[in-house]
């Protein structure tokens, strides 16, 4: 079983530089969400989806953007990368009525200069 | 809007020994999830304990359990019998189930060390 995916697991850009984070996950479920990690401050919600077609803003969505065409993937964009960017995203997915119980990627790891 | 803190950046104890997490929140709602989440060397983020608001008594995993205090909002983790697999950092997390869509709340963290 693959679980959620995550795409890559390191990037390096420079500042100005567009890139798309790919999550994809194989479990029908209806929920996905992007976070970041930064060092002290845990994780933080990005953007969330509750089913194909309808996503919605988290904690900290400024400079990203997503779009859920399919159930299996939501990926995450940095239009104009900042330096102020840089941190491990993860992916997360659940089923709605069970949105309890998280599955998440391996993160991935994005580096600004 | 809800509030995770964990006062313990870092902590390190022997193996074998109990070593005990803290965790307070904020919240004015009733009915919610917490939850403690280990994250090894690998970046993966790994479900330790669930407990659910309404249920009072507290959850255990094994070696591992928590210590929920409704009224006080703490929600501690006791890990039994450390053992060097255990090394990690830990993060307690707040969810409303209304709310739901994975909106989890996570405390700064605390990086727990075993040693030999």
């Known amino acids: 079983n693959a679980g959620v995916t995550q795409t890559p697991k390191f990037q390096v850009l420079k500042t100005g530089q567009s890139m798309t984070l790919q999550c994809a996950q194989d479990?029908?479920?209806?929920?996905m969400s992007w976070y970041r990690q930064d060092p002290g401050m845990g994780l933080r919600l990005i953007h969330y989806s509750v089913g194909a077609g309808i996503t919605d803003q988290g904690e900290v969505p400024n400079g990203y953007n997503v779009s859920r065409s399919t159930t299996e993937d939501f990926p995450l964009r940095l239009l104009s990368a900042a330096p102020s960017q840089t941190s491990v995203y993860f992916c997360a997915s659940s089923y709605r009525h069970r949105n309890e119980k998280l599955f998440f990627g391996s993160g991935t790891q994005l580096s600004v200069l | 809007a809800q509030t995770v803190t964990q006062s313990q950046p870092e902590m390190s104890v022997q193996e074998a020994e109990t070593v005990t997490l803290s965790c307070t929140y904020d919240t004015s709602e009733n009915n919610y999830y917490l939850f403690w989440y280990k994250q090894p060397p690998s970046r993966q983020m790994i479900l330790v304990i669930r407990q659910e608001a309404y249920k009072q008594q507290n959850a255990t995993e094994n070696r591992f359990s928590v210590n929920f205090q409704k009224a006080a909002k703490s929600f501690s983790l006791k890990i039994s019998d450390s053992q060097l697999g255990d090394t990690a950092m830990y993060f307690c997390?707040?969810?409303?189930?209304?709310?739901?869509?994975?909106?989890?709340?996570f405390g700064q963290g605390t990086r727990l060390t075993i040693n030999p």
């Open positions: 479990m029908n479920h209806e929920y």
């Open positions: 997390a707040f969810m409303l189930p209304l709310q739901g869509a994975q909106k989890l709340v």
